[in-house]
């Protein structure tokens, strides 16, 4: 009797134990944007998607070789390992899907952030330590984002399924305002796309045509590896420019070590810019991620990853900085599935304080 009581105890113990864990790290916050939404947030999306676009995205279609984007379309390959957009239905009209992906923070030297960042552009210090407490001072997170996008629609039509790997340098002060929050796209790896292409490089991003292992999907168990030990790599021309092992932390709602799944919401809902090769032109990518929807949610929620980045030096990757490459071990992310609505070449200066409206 005695033996049984007291595992019956234990029992008690863990389910308590896990129930808790998982109520503290996975609850939806009140304020969390996540379907039916209100009438005032589809207000405010479609104000956000009607205003006017720097960029003529027929002109963009159009400028892309006939024959190239006709091949492709032909025999374009999406991904079934995803689950489909759950708001197409909700903004027929606006460009949905989303964006399968791993998130992690690389911790580089201040120094090294400023010298990458285009020098007319402050960093919002006092944004990133109050949306990262406990960051060292003298270091800038990085973020490098490993993804998939998936069940891209816009008014009916489809694009096809694209990987790839993004750098982001968040709190940018592009509109020396000295709170507005933007994000740097300096470089990214991108699937062979046309598509996929013509939008990062009218955004100026540093756009470097890649292949990935895995080739549709955000990550892959590592052949071989540890339990719960996943891959995904990329390749320039078959050489090796960018491989992350992570580790998935399984029992951890989204958050692991000191960066919290609000910091990535915020983060990722930065309009994004590049200034690649035509100086900055200040045309913004306002990408609107929803971390609350059915497919981040409940048996999707986010998980917590840690593990290493590696990559190759400029001459083998091609993007500018780092030039003898970089490597990190034991960074810390998060790996989720999130629906996007995207309000593709808003002028930046139209997206003054904006805010992930319910984060
Ligand atoms: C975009 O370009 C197309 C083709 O040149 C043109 O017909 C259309 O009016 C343009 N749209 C806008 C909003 O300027
Ligand atoms: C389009 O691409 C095809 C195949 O690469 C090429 O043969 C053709 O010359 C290109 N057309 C134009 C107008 O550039
Ligand atoms: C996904 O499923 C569809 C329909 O069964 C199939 O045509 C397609 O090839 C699959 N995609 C991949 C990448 O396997
Ligand atoms: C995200 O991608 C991974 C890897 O393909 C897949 O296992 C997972 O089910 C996807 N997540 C969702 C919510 O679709
Ligand atoms: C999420 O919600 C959408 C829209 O209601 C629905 O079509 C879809 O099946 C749901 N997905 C999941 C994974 O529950
Ligand atoms: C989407 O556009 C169509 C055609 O212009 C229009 O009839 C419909 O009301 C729009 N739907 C929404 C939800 O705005
Ligand atoms: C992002 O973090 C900064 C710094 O804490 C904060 O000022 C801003 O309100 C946050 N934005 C959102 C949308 O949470
Ligand atoms: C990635 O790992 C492979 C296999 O270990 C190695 O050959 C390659 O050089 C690595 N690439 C980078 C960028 O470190």
Known sequence: MHSRASLLAILLYFVVRVTCSYRQNCNTPKNAIEPPFSPSIIQEINTLSGAP???NTTQLIAGINATTLERFLANALN??????????????????GTINATLVVLPIDYEVAKSIIPSQYGILRESIKNALPGFPEDKYPLVLSTQIDHDIQTSGFKTPDF???????????????????????????????????????????????????????????????????????????????????????????????????????????????GCANSGCQLTCDNMIRLFYTNITSGAYHPVGVSGDVALAPSEVSTIPFFPGGAKFGGVQGVKLDMAFIENNYKDCGSLRGFQYIGI
């Open 79 to 96: 991904t079934n390992n995803s689950l489909p957009n759950p708001i197409a239905q909700t903004f027929p009209n606006l460009t949905t």
């Open 163 to 273: 990987t790839s790997a993004q750098f982001r340098f968040p709190f940018i002060d592009l509109l020396h305002d000295g709170y507005s929050t933007f994000s740097y796209i300096p470089a990214i790896f991108i699937s062979n796309d046309p598509i996929a292409i013509a939008g990062s490089e009218a955004y100026d991003e540093g756009t470097i045509v890649a292949t990935f292992d895995p080739p549709l999907d955000p990550y892959a168990a590592k052949p071989g590896g540890e339990r719960g030990e996943v891959i995904f790599n990329v390749f320039t021309n078959g050489v090796s420019v960018l491989n992350t092992t992570f580790f998935l932390q399984e029992g951890r709602c989204g958050e692991v070590g000191n960066h919290p799944l609000s910091f990535y919401a915020n983060v990722t809902n930065q309009p994004s810019f």
């Open 53 to 55: 676009s720097l960029v």
